[in-house]
């Protein structure tokens, strides 16, 4: 019941983030500031920071090309989430943004602004990929 609940919400704040279309996408400021100093601004893994890592981050332009031509969005907002990513092989350089985003005292209303920006980076990052649109 949670896991359907939690899936409607995403689908719902998508549809919300993906109908400024138009304008600047309300993923890209969050993305610019959390994420492009590794990933760069175009999302390729050059970002000013990624050369002091020890792993290149991740193109970020790839990923749909990575997944059959397929977004992976549930994947894409877990990672950025990255409070039940399990580090199999070794602790990731990457933050937690979930500890940022949705910090343990958080209302429910600020947990689901959280969330809202979590999903507005991925679907900006959806943005970067070249495919059409996602059908709502």
């Known amino acids: 019941m949670m896991r359907a609940l939690r899936h409607t ?5 998508l549809s919300i ?3 400024n279309a138009g304008e600047e996408h309300p993923g890209r400021p969050l993305y610019l500031r ?3 100093a590794c990933h760069g601004r175009q999302g390729r893994g050059d970002g000013p920071v ?3 890592l020890g792993e290149k ?4 332009t ?8 397929e977004f992976p969005l549930k994947a894409v907002v877990d990672a950025i989430d990255g409070t039940r990513t399990v580090r ?6 990457m933050p937690v943004w979930g500890e940022v985003f949705l910090p343990d005292r958080a209302s429910p209303k600020e947990k689901v602004a959280g969330r809202g920006k979590m999903i507005a980076i991925a679907d900006y ?3 970067l990929q070249g495919l059409p649109p996602p059908s709502h």
């Open 9 to 13: 919400l995403l689908l719902l704040l």
């Open 62 to 69: 790839q990923l749909a090309a990575m997944h059959g031509e």
């Open 50 to 52: 990624a050369p002091a």
């Open 34 to 36: 959390y994420c492009a």
């Open 88 to 93: 199999a092989h070794g602790v990731s350089e």
């Open 17 to 19: 983030v993906s109908v």
């Open 125 to 127: 990052l959806r943005s």
């Open 57 to 60: 981050p991740t193109d970020l």
